[in-house]
């Protein structure tokens, strides 16, 4: 945990200049929460400060860990760009991820995690579950990699 709720307020808020003043005078050191808070709330210019700071070698020693569930909190949040993002710097990500663009109903951001991460679609039952979704322009993208089990149709 956090050693100050000021930290989290301040990527809440969305206050970067707020954690770097605190990260290069004070004692306090960053962590995960406030980490996990900044994707929660969209915040790309924290997170992106966050990941560049901890790659640094900094004094601080707060945890930005490659953790699944930052991908998938991004994409559950609808912020696509910190999703993106994260993947450029290692992080991996489970097939909610996939789900979740899914459900948006946003094609193209399903065809960046093909081209991106397509190991997340090669799952016999994932396919068949996606199949089973509400979705016609994604069953028709699947069908597509079923079809030709190369490179998706783009329209």
Known sequence: ?????VLISAARKGRLDV??????NTTLELCIDT???????????????????H?????????????KEHMNT?????????LEFLHEQGYSCSIDVLYTCIATGRLERVLW??????K????????????S??????????VSLKAKKTRPIKK
């Open 1 to 5: 945990l956090c050693n100050s709720n």
């Open 19 to 24: 954690l770097q003043w605190i990260a290069k």
């Open 35 to 53: 980490f996990r808070v900044a994707i929660h709330e969209g915040r790309l210019d924290i997170v992106k400060w966050m990941c560049m700071y």
């Open 55 to 67: 790659h640094r070698g900094s004094r601080q020693t707060y945890l930005v860990r490659r953790d």
């Open 74 to 82: 991004a994409a559950k949040q609808g912020h696509f760009e910190i």
């Open 113 to 118: 995690l093909y081209e991106n991460i397509p």
């Open 120 to 131: 997340l679609f090669f799952g016999p039952n994932d396919r068949a579950r996606i199949l």
């Open 133 to 142: 979704l509400p979705y016609p322009d994604m069953h028709k993208f699947f």
